[in-house]
């Protein structure tokens, strides 16, 4: 079973940016499908995005899309998340997960990351939005 570790999270301005990090060991990164899931107190957790393992498809909800971008470097078996513009509705623990495929469902709307389909997570990371 991989493991996932998050970094990069921290205090950044409105309209700023933060650049996220998933080192994922055990395995490689051709196997896995990596997701990006927040919540923040007293909500549920929410889809963020995804990309994939082999065709490097990405999806992004509503939300984030325009704004964040994810990529993911084989070399050292990381996945990044982008941040920019980052706004009031942002701030999150920030945890990436694992799995086969991105379980992307455009219906209903509005299009989400199915996160029960991914078994395996990380402890998460805190991103804080502040003047």
């Known amino acids: 079973q991989v493991q996932l570790v998050e970094s990069g999270g921290g205090v950044v301005q409105p309209g700023g940016s933060l650049t996220l990090s998933c080192a994922v060991s055990?395995?490689?990164?051709?196997?896995?499908?990596i997701g990006w899931f927040r919540q923040s107190p007293g909500k549920e957790r929410e889809s963020v995005s995804c990309i994939s393992a082999i065709e490097d498809s990405t999806y992004y909800v509503p939300s984030v899309a325009g704004r964040f971008i994810i990529s993911k470097v084989k070399a050292k078996n990381t996945v990044y998340l982008q941040m920019n513009n980052l706004q009031s509705e942002d701030p999150a623990v920030y945890s990436c997960a694992a799995s086969q495929f991105c379980w992307w469902a455009s219906t209903p709307s509005p299009p989400t990351v199915l996160s029960e389909k991914f078994p395996s997570w990380g402890q998460g990371t805190q991103v804080t939005v502040s003047s």
């Open positions: 055990g395995d490689t990164l051709d196997y896995y499908a």
